[in-house]
C-alpha cells in the first residue's frame, strides 16, 4: 500500500510547538509525525517570566513484512531460448532485476501499481552449460529470492551445412571412393585380359 501524509505543523501559542519528523521508505512509503504542542496565549498585559520552547522531534513508527518469491521454469530450457518465471510478494511499483545463478542479469522489470504477481519473460544466455541452475529475484540491490533449480539443456553446434558430422564421417568416405576407384580399376583389367584371349 502506498501511503502519502503532509507534513505536520508545530503547535501554536505563545512559544510555538516543535515541527513533526518525516520519514521515507524508498518508493513505497511516506509518513510523517506529528509536531509538537505549543504554549498557551498570554492574557493581554501579562509577561512570561520563562519560556520553553518545544522544539523536540515528533517520530512515527511504521512496520511493514514482504514475503517475495521468484518461481523456476516448469520445464528444461534449451540455452539461447526463452522462459518466463512468476514473481510475487513485490511491493507494488517497485524495480526488480532477474538474475540467472545470481551473476547475470537475464531480465529485468517493475511490479504493477496495483500490486500482485507479475509474468517476467527472460531468455538464457547461448553460452549456459547444460545442467541445474536457478533465478534469483534481485530488489533496490539486494537478492530477495532464489528460485528453485531448473534444468537448461546445452545448445548444440551444427556444421556449416546445418547438421553435425561425426570426427570418423570423412575419412570413412574417401576410403570408400578409394576401394571404389580399385575395384573398377581391377574389373577393366580382367575385361580387357578376357578380351585378349
Known amino acids: 500500500m502506498y501511503l502519502n501524509f503532509p507534513v505536520a505543523q508545530g503547535g501554536g501559542g505563545y512559544a510555538g510547538g516543535g515541527g513533526g519528523s518525516a520519514m521515507e521508505g524508498g518508493s513505497s512509503l511516506a509518513a510523517a509525525g506529528a509536531g ?24 512515527i513508527t511504521f512496520t511493514y513484512t514482504m514475503d517475495p518469491s521468484i518461481s523456476a521454469p516448469t520445464a ?12 510475487d510478494g513485490v511491493a507494488p511499483s517497485t524495480a526488480f532485476s532477474v538474475l540467472l545463478d545470481g551473476t547475470t542479469v537475464v531480465a529485468s522489470g517493475t511490479t504493477p501499481v496495483t500490486g500482485g504477481p507479475v509474468t517476467q519473460s ?3 544466455p547461448a553460452d549456459t552449460s547444460g545442467g541445474t541452475h536457478t533465478l534469483t529475484l534481485q ?5 530477495a529470492a532464489t528460485s528453485a533449480a531448473f534444468t537448461v539443456t546445452a545448445a ?12 570418423w564421417v570423412a575419412p570413412g568416405v574417401a576410403m570408400l571412393i578409394a576401394v571404389g576407384t580399385l575395384l573398377l580399376w581391377w574389373t577393366s583389367r580382367r575385361s580387357r585380359a578376357r578380351l585378349v584371349r
Open 76 to 87: 528444461s530450457v534449451p540455452a539461447g531460448s526463452t522462459a518466463s518465471t512468476i514473481i
Open 122 to 124: 527472460f531468455t538464457v
Open 156 to 167: 548444440i553446434a551444427l556444421a556449416a551445412t546445418g547438421v553435425s558430422t561425426p570426427w
Open 139 to 143: 530488489v533496490g540491490g539486494i537478492r
Open 36 to 59: 509538537g504542542g505549543g504554549s498557551g496565549f498570554l492574557r493581554a498585559g501579562l509577561t512570561a517570566s520563562a519560556v520553553e520552547p518545544n522544539t523536540g522531534a515528533g517520530s
